[in-house]
């Protein structure tokens, strides 16, 4: 009996390490003090935006109030900056810069889709200067991204001395370039002319297989960085390793491969590499600079899709958030979301810091939609955690599959399974074709497994929480969390099919073919996936909208207080013909928000191109401007002179299908 046949108080049961409901009942704390023990960058979010979220905590919350419900009408843009870094040769369909800067005093530093570094004024656009670490085309994995640079002050320079506050970046070629804030010039005495070589021990090098996109985080004087490793290759995949180096020589600090940690801890022995096809981090880390922890939320191992021939070390870490030591890069603890997990359900979301019932936490967002509230000194649960048992295993690898898998009780962004009632189409015809689809389609409810015939990933693998993550207004106890609402289409292919239809690895000796599908190999099966499954009449969703919504979820009880569909459809349509509709459906979202003290949410990510400020009481829009291309980066808000900008990089994005261009545009009220 499936999971979806069972009701749902039978198919839960309390983990026994649950501290249950009473907890969620006890007030909130006040936010760590926070920036005023930060080494790394020891100005507070306010008139900057020091780190990738704001603050070190990663809440994404300005104390700003100059731009309120009440005035937001009356925003203008006050520049638009273009970076020039437009799609290179042979990668516009994978152009998705996603850049959110920092803002040091009166600078902007931000990275560009090819990770030139660059620093502009922050109260008029004009350049300041620009670093080209000149990445190759070649090196785009799956799309030209940069998600944002890291700073970092060194106490043991003089104020004004070159390189004291420090912009760091990391590239898709896998370097680690650190600049002078000031003049841009690299620091050189951090590796080797300002620069790390992260292929170092990584192995045979490859371009566009082993990749960072995330910004790295510095905690103790020390950068942490994991890489992108590209999706479905092949089981011998660069290795998932996260290292750690010294903030002001560069030197390797401590590296921590989870399936060797103390052999690897220095750096692989002579003639090895770190272990290959072990989970990665992708995504942006958290620094807890009191407590000298860093918090890794890792993906999934190599091959995504299959998983009988994964190591035992493999499954006690994939899909889980891990907590290092920063100095030694030892493991504190570790949560794990999903056990065996052959759905890509990789933690993508940057965790938040925060304090809840009384103790220092972590609020960790997932993929499948389910929050998670951890304590942030030992990963024990501070919000209730169940089980759901009796899940269906599927006929491919049944004695791998889990039977049961932990959900979070308190809250979670995913929706009811789907029905053949929720097909939906644009004329009856392709409704119809939908729900023939769906009849067609192997599907049991949440966590489906992988099969040869068509099967249906509901949420889809880019559902839930992704690299946007959530925002947190502690003071008025709110968790503002933007998320997807559709299914994947998924089909397992066996390798002789595979390998007719070409499917080859990066790198492999027949090139690279991977846009036939996933070809997976080391084990049986490639994969085909579909992410947005979609009517092959029309090409519009086969399920029926919204497809992504934003939603306020009351700390104290893990409530929704208000969840509203985000996205119109303007540029949605049969075909692929916008419709021009200003009707609200709820579109796919990538990308995050920024949260204002005056109660304003800031948010682009949709897919209509629309950049709005939402009122975080209520979720009605009360501003919009339209983007050159799509908002997929996380905006921010900043002050110069006593006047509050909001800011978003509007680069559009090829997965979003949302245009291309290299703006950034900040607003004001208008005088």
């Not at 004024?121 to 785009?140: I, K, T």
């Not at 590499?273 to 009191?290: I, K, L, S, V």
């Not at 932990?406 to 979670?412: D, E, G, N, Q, R």
């Not at 993550?469 to 003071?475: I, L, M, Q």
Request: hydrophobic content about 35%.
């Amino acid at each position: 009996m499936t999971s979806d046949l069972l009701p749902w108080p039978r198919r839960l049961r309390l983990a026994a390490l649950c501290l249950a409901s009473s907890l969620s009942a006890l007030p909130l704390l006040a936010q760590d003090a926070g920036p005023a023990a930060d080494a790394a960058m020891p100005i507070p979010v306010g008139a900057d935006w020091p780190y990738y979220g704001g603050d070190s905590l990663a809440q994404r919350f300005s104390p700003l109030s100059q731009i309120t419900p009440g005035n937001v009408a009356r925003l203008e843009r006050a520049f638009v900056y273009h970076t020039g870094d437009l799609p290179p040769g042979g990668t516009g369909g994978k152009y998705a810069p996603e850049t959110t800067p920092l803002k040091i005093g009166n600078s902007l530093v931000m990275c560009s889709a090819m990770n030139q570094l660059i620093s502009i004024d922050a109260a008029s656009g004009a350049e300041n200067w620009r670093f080209d670490p000149g990445v190759a085309p070649e090196a785009v994995p799956f799309g030209a991204t940069c998600r944002g640079v890291a700073a970092y002050t060194d106490p043991d320079r003089a104020e004004g001395e070159a390189c004291r506050v420090r912009v760091i970046g990391a590239t898709l070629d896998a370097r680690l370039i650190a600049l002078d804030l000031a003049t841009g010039k690299p620091c050189e005495g951090f590796g080797t002319g300002g620069q790390v070589d992260l292929w170092e021990g990584i192995g045979e090098k490859v371009p566009g297989f082993y990749a960072v996109t995330a910004p790295p985080t510095v905690v103790r004087g020390i950068i942490v960085t994991g890489a992108q490793v590209k999706d479905g290759q092949a089981e011998d995949a660069p290795s998932g390793v996260v290292r750690g180096y010294d903030a002001v020589t560069g030197a390797l600090a401590w590296a921590w491969d989870l399936a060797a940690p103390d052999e690897m801890r220095s750096g692989p022995p002579e003639g090895r590499t770190y272990t290959r096809g072990t989970p990665n981090m992708w995504t942006a880390a958290t620094a807890d600079e009191a407590r000298g922890i860093v918090y890794l939320p890792l993906g999934n191992s190599a091959v995504d899709y299959y998983g009988s021939n994964r190591s035992e070390v493999e499954n006690a870490y994939a899909t889980s958030l891990v907590a290092l030591d920063a100095e030694t890069g030892r493991e504190l603890w570790h949560f794990q979301t999903l056990r065996h997990d052959v759905w890509d359900y990789d933690l993508g979301s940057q965790a938040t810091l925060l304090d809840y019932a009384g103790r220092p936490a972590i609020l960790l967002p997932s993929k499948q939609g389910d929050l998670y509230i951890l304590d942030r000194e030992t990963g024990a649960p501070l919000t209730p955690v169940g089980e759901i048992t009796g899940l269906p295993k599927g006929d491919i690898e049944p004695d791998y599959i889990s039977d049961s898998q932990p959900v979070s009780l308190w809250a979670s962004l995913r929706k009811p399974p789907l029905t053949e009632k929720r097909m939906w189409g644009f004329t009856p015809i392709d409704q119809l074709y939908c729900r023939i689809r769906f009849r067609q389609a192997v599907y049991e409810g949440y966590l489906t497994p992988p099969s040869t015939k068509n099967y249906i990933q509901y949420p889809g693998y880019n559902g839930g929480s992704d690299w946007g993550s959530v925002a947190v207004d502690a003071g008025r106890g709110l968790l503002i969390a933007s998320y997807n609402d559709f299914a994947n289409l998924n089909r397992l292919v066996r390798r002789a099919e595979a390998d007719a239809e070409g499917m080859r690895p990066l790198g492999g000796p027949e090139g690279n073919t991977t846009s036939r599908g996933q070809p997976q190999v080391g084990a049986p099966y490639g994969v085909k996936t579909s992410a947005g499954w979609r009517s092959g009449l029309t090409e519009l969703p086969c399920t029926q909208p919204p497809y992504g919504g934003i939603t306020a979820i009351d700390l104290k009880t893990g409530q929704p207080v208000w969840d509203v569909p985000l996205g119109t459809a303007r540029r949605s349509g049969p075909f692929g013909l916008p419709s021009l509709l200003p009707l609200t459906i709820g579109t796919p979202n990538n990308g995050g928000a920024v949260l204002t003290a005056s109660g304003l949410i800031f948010i682009g990510a949709a897919t209509d191109n629309l950049f709005r400020a939402i009122d975080i009481e209520t979720g009605e829009t009360l501003w919009t401007d339209v983007l050159p291309a799509g908002g997929q980066a996380n905006p921010i808000s900043y002050e110069v002179d006593g006047t509050q900008y909001v800011l978003i990089a509007a680069g559009g994005h090829h997965f979003m299908e949302t245009g291309v261009s290299d703006a950034i545009i900040a607003y004001r009220l208008k005088d």
